[in-house]
């Protein structure tokens, strides 16, 4: 069974240039997440999916940071213009969706971005 | 959810076990332990989860003491692949709805197995 799939692995882009992380849970998890990795640091949530709905993006900096889940499968973040404190590992983690303790989430490998 | 206390770092030898200390002494009653580990370069990954009773899977045990204030999870057997960072998370879970919920993570403890 595929894990959670996410592209590019690597980004390097200069500051106020736009960039696009994507995402593709495994088959059937209904649940979508987006976490910021800072260098030493626990992952952090940055927005959370039920389906094609955002129930948890209050940590989300809005102004220039967005996300979409199109048909409740693949979802894309995206940030721009990006900033030099956007250096970090981006990870999308899903989930059954199911209600209870064995709902646990799977994680893909991140994308490390690097703004210069 | 409550907040959780992990020593930064930890050694352990090649095919020892290895016991890895979380303390939650705010944790309340309907809120559950989870574990995950972050192997370097990798997302993190599930290991075991507890409410009251020890845990056991094919990856490792977890022992939550009486008053559920603290916990350790042991890794029976500890090879170099469980160099990793590991997680103590503590969290109530959704019983409604489509069952999503955010991991709170702190810093974790860094295991280092020696050969």
């Known amino acids: 069974e595929a894990g959670v799939v996410q592209s590019p692995r690597y980004k390097i882009i200069e500051k106020k240039q736009p960039v696009a992380f994507w995402c593709n849970p495994i088959?059937?998890?209904?649940?979508l997440y987006w976490y910021l990795q800072n260098l030493g640091q626990g992952p952090e949530l940055l927005i959370r999916?039920?389906?094609?709905?955002?129930?948890?993006d209050s940590q989300l900096p809005k102004d220039r940071f967005s996300a979409e889940r199109l048909k409740g499968v693949d979802s894309t973040l995206k940030i721009q213009p990006a900033e030099l404190g956007d250096s970090a590992v981006y990870l999308c983690?899903?989930?059954?969706?199911?209600?209870?303790?064995?709902?646990?989430?799977?994680f893909g490998p991140g994308t490390r971005l690097t703004v210069l | 959810d409550a907040k959780t206390t992990q020593p930064p770092s930890m050694d352990c030898a090649e095919g020892r076990a290895a016991n890895l200390p979380c303390n939650h002494s705010?944790?309340?009653?309907?809120?559950?332990v989870y574990w995950y580990r972050q192997i370097h370069s990798q997302g993190p990954q599930y290991i075991i989860h507890?409410?009251?009773n020890n845990e056991t899977n094919e990856m490792a045990s977890l022992i939550i003491t009486e008053d559920r204030k603290s916990s350790t999870l042991i890794l029976p057997h500890a090879t170099l692949r469980d160099t990793a960072v590991y997680y103590c998370?503590?969290?109530?879970?959704?019983?409604?709805?489509?069952?999503?919920?955010?991991?709170?993570f702190g810093k974790g403890t860094k295991l280092s197995v020696i050969p």
């Open positions: 507890g409410l009251k």
């Open positions: 705010t944790i309340s009653g309907n809120e559950y």
């Open positions: 999916y039920e389906n094609e709905e955002a129930v948890d």
């Open positions: 983690a899903s989930s059954l969706g199911i209600a209870g303790p064995a709902n646990e989430q799977f």
């Open positions: 088959s059937g998890h209904n649940t």
């Open positions: 998370i503590v969290r109530v879970l959704p019983y409604s709805g489509a069952g999503s919920y955010q991991l709170t």
